[in-house]
């Protein structure tokens, strides 16, 4: 009786690496989509943002369009620089 019971456990211990290395190159393809999915996405939301911002600034007056250009200006003066 502890025979068999030997070796199907001395069995299911070497098949039990092999188990893990079949699931990683899944898990692996998986996260590059969802990282991909992710890039893709906060391109457009980026690309939206600049559009509506550029058709906000189209729609006002001359004079707030000049009022907002030279405080644009004077943020990238102020604001320090990113490392």
């Known amino acids: 009786m502890k025979q068999p019971l030997f070796f199907v456990l001395f069995c299911l211990s070497l098949l039990l690496p ?3 290395t079949s699931c990683f190159p899944e898990s692996a393809v998986r996260q590059k989509k969802i990282d991909r999915n992710r890039r ?6 980026r690309k939206t943002y600049e ?9 006002q007056s ?3 369009r000049a009022r907002m250009r030279e405080s644009r200006r004077n943020t990238k003066q102020v604001t320090p620089l990113k490392k």
Request: no cysteine.
């Open 51 to 59: 559009m509506d911002l550029k058709r906000h600034h189209k729609s």
């Open 18 to 20: 092999l188990s893990y």
């Open 40 to 45: 893709l996405q906060e391109k457009k939301a």
């Open 62 to 64: 001359k004079e707030t």
